[in-house]
Protein backbone atom coordinates (compact mmCIF):
# COMPACT_ATOMS: atom_id res chain seq x y z
CA UNK A 1 0.00 0.00 0.00
CA UNK A 2 1.50 3.48 -0.85
CA UNK A 3 -0.20 6.63 0.78
CA UNK A 4 -0.10 10.14 -0.56
CA UNK A 5 -1.03 12.98 1.73
CA UNK A 6 -1.20 16.35 0.88
CA UNK A 7 -3.00 19.44 1.77
CA UNK A 8 -0.82 20.97 4.41
CA UNK A 9 0.15 24.68 4.85
CA UNK A 10 -0.20 27.66 6.65
CA UNK A 11 -3.08 28.96 8.25
CA UNK A 12 -4.11 31.41 10.71
CA UNK A 13 -5.70 30.47 13.98
CA UNK A 14 -9.24 30.25 13.51
CA UNK A 15 -8.96 28.65 10.18
CA UNK A 16 -9.54 25.35 8.86
CA UNK A 17 -7.59 22.99 6.29
CA UNK A 18 -8.35 20.01 4.45
CA UNK A 19 -5.62 17.16 4.06
CA UNK A 20 -5.98 14.35 1.76
CA UNK A 21 -4.65 10.77 1.62
CA UNK A 22 -4.75 8.95 -1.64
CA UNK A 23 -3.89 5.34 -1.39
CA UNK A 24 -3.19 2.83 -3.35
CA UNK A 25 -2.04 -0.71 -4.36
CA UNK A 26 -3.77 -3.30 -1.99
CA UNK A 27 -6.54 -0.88 -0.55
CA UNK A 28 -9.11 -3.39 -0.60
CA UNK A 29 -7.22 -5.27 2.44
CA UNK A 30 -6.93 -1.99 4.65
CA UNK A 31 -9.00 -2.46 7.40
CA UNK A 32 -8.13 0.73 9.42
CA UNK A 33 -6.68 4.02 8.23
CA UNK A 34 -5.68 6.88 10.63
CA UNK A 35 -4.04 10.80 10.77
CA UNK A 36 -1.16 11.31 13.41
CA UNK A 37 1.10 14.11 13.84
CA UNK A 38 4.20 15.15 15.31
CA UNK A 39 5.28 18.31 16.02
CA UNK A 40 8.79 19.29 16.70
CA UNK A 41 10.52 17.37 19.86
CA UNK A 42 7.34 15.44 20.77
CA UNK A 43 6.18 12.03 20.22
CA UNK A 44 3.52 10.98 17.35
CA UNK A 45 -0.02 12.21 18.44
CA UNK A 46 -3.37 9.93 17.37
CA UNK A 47 -5.72 12.05 15.52
CA UNK A 48 -8.52 10.27 13.75
CA UNK A 49 -9.04 7.33 12.45
CA UNK A 50 -11.48 4.85 11.00
CA UNK A 51 -12.44 1.22 10.52
CA UNK A 52 -13.49 0.17 7.88
CA UNK A 53 -15.84 -2.95 9.15
CA UNK A 54 -18.76 -1.15 11.32
CA UNK A 55 -17.37 2.78 9.51
CA UNK A 56 -16.52 3.51 13.44
CA UNK A 57 -14.45 6.61 13.89
CA UNK A 58 -12.27 7.77 16.67
CA UNK A 59 -10.77 10.84 17.29
CA UNK A 60 -8.12 12.36 19.79
CA UNK A 61 -9.41 14.41 22.39
CA UNK A 62 -7.38 17.57 21.74
CA UNK A 63 -8.93 17.79 18.32
CA UNK A 64 -12.88 16.16 18.96
CA UNK A 65 -15.28 18.65 17.72
CA UNK A 66 -12.99 20.68 15.12
CA UNK A 67 -11.54 17.47 13.15
CA UNK A 68 -13.34 15.23 10.95
CA UNK A 69 -12.48 12.42 9.31
CA UNK A 70 -13.97 11.38 5.85
CA UNK A 71 -13.21 9.07 2.95
CA UNK A 72 -14.33 8.72 -0.97
CA UNK A 73 -14.20 5.06 -1.44
CA UNK A 74 -14.40 5.52 -5.31
CA UNK A 75 -11.13 7.13 -4.96
CA UNK A 76 -9.50 5.06 -2.33
CA UNK A 77 -8.67 8.95 -0.44
CA UNK A 78 -9.37 9.69 2.88
CA UNK A 79 -9.65 13.44 3.98
CA UNK A 80 -8.82 14.90 7.63
CA UNK A 81 -10.99 18.47 7.65
CA UNK A 82 -9.86 21.10 10.51
CA UNK A 83 -11.59 23.18 11.50
CA UNK A 84 -10.80 25.99 14.27
CA UNK A 85 -7.62 25.48 14.03
CA UNK A 86 -5.22 26.18 17.58
CA UNK A 87 -1.32 26.99 17.44
CA UNK A 88 -0.63 23.64 19.05
CA UNK A 89 -2.03 22.09 15.84
CA UNK A 90 0.91 22.54 14.31
CA UNK A 91 2.56 19.54 13.70
CA UNK A 92 3.56 17.20 10.34
CA UNK A 93 0.65 15.08 10.00
CA UNK A 94 1.14 11.34 8.70
CA UNK A 95 -1.73 9.21 7.27
CA UNK A 96 -1.38 5.75 8.13
CA UNK A 97 -2.91 1.88 7.05
CA UNK A 98 -3.28 -0.84 9.14
CA UNK A 99 -4.13 -4.28 7.41
CA UNK A 100 -3.56 -6.87 10.23
CA UNK A 101 -6.90 -8.62 11.59
CA UNK A 102 -5.94 -6.76 14.72
CA UNK A 103 -5.02 -3.54 13.51
CA UNK A 104 -8.41 -2.41 13.83
CA UNK A 105 -8.74 -3.32 17.79
CA UNK A 106 -6.56 -0.47 18.82
CA UNK A 107 -6.65 2.73 16.08
CA UNK A 108 -5.39 4.85 18.54
CA UNK A 109 -2.10 2.88 18.42
CA UNK A 110 0.80 3.46 16.38
CA UNK A 111 1.64 -0.16 16.54
CA UNK A 112 -1.80 -0.74 14.45
CA UNK A 113 -0.48 0.71 11.11
CA UNK A 114 1.58 -0.80 8.57
CA UNK A 115 1.91 1.79 6.29
CA UNK A 116 2.64 5.37 6.39
CA UNK A 117 2.30 8.38 3.78
CA UNK A 118 5.56 10.81 3.79
CA UNK A 119 3.83 13.62 5.84
CA UNK A 120 2.61 17.04 5.45
CA UNK A 121 3.59 20.37 7.44
CA UNK A 122 0.52 22.07 8.93
CA UNK A 123 1.41 25.42 10.67
CA UNK A 124 -0.43 27.47 12.45
CA UNK A 125 0.05 31.16 13.46
CA UNK A 126 -1.53 33.10 16.32
Known amino acids: VQLQASGGGLEQAGGSLRLSCAAS????????MGWFRQAPGQEREFVTAFRRRGGNTYYGDSVKGRFTISRDNAKNTVYLQMNNLKPEDTAVYYC????????????????????WGQGTLVTVSS
Open 25 to 32: GRTSSIVV
Open 96 to 115: AAGLRSDSGSYPFAVRSYDY
